[in-house]
């Protein structure tokens, strides 16, 4: 089966965090990226899940459960780039090692080995620039039709499946 990736956008970090989680939990855990400005500190936030019960944080529980893929880990200061014409931005999950080879063409040129097309991909990148919250999930296409549910749910919008180019 061809190898895919359903993305989707968030208007607040609060949603894309909620969906991740669900995402998390429904099975997708290792195949789950996001992508979000970092506008203070170079470090992501850690926006606790469910109120105050101590439950994982979407980040948290992406990163326990394997998601950062070749980067060492957000303990460790990994997972923050800084792409030009955007700035720094906070990378979990497999779209890390994408990005960081993507520097000169920024988050668009990263998503064309995705099978974003550019003029897509550029759409993408300026609502990343404008604080909005990228959220990607890879795996197998009709797998991928639960995780676009799941993403809409949450009030994503241009959420779309791709087909990854080899």
């Known amino acids: 089966m061809m190898e895919s990736v359903a993305l989707g956008i968030f208007d607040t970090r609060d ?6 989680l669900d995402l998390r939990n429904k099975g997708f855990d290792k195949d789950i990226s996001i992508v979000a400005r970092d506008e203070e500190t170079g470090k992501p936030e850690q926006t606790r899940m469910g109120g105050d019960e101590g439950g994982d944080t979407a980040i ?6 394997g998601a950062l893929g070749g980067i060492a880990g957000l303990a460790a200061g990994a997972g923050a780039l800084v792409i030009p014409g955007i700035g720094p931005l906070v990378a979990l999950g497999p779209i890390a090692g994408l990005l960081t080879g993507a520097a000169t063409g920024g988050l668009a040129g990263g998503l064309i ?15 990343v620039r404008q604080g909005k919250v ?18 809409r749910e949450y009030r994503a919008h241009d959420v779309k499946i791709y087909q990854k180019n080899r």
């Open 15 to 20: 949603e894309a965090e909620r969906a991740a």
């Open 60 to 65: 948290e529980g992406i990163t326990t459960g």
């Open 113 to 127: 080995d995705w099978g974003v097309p550019e003029s897509e991909g550029k759409h993408y990148e300026e609502d």
């Open 134 to 151: 990228m959220v990607t999930v890879q795996g197998s296409e009709p797998r991928l039709n639960e995780a676009a549910d799941v993403l």
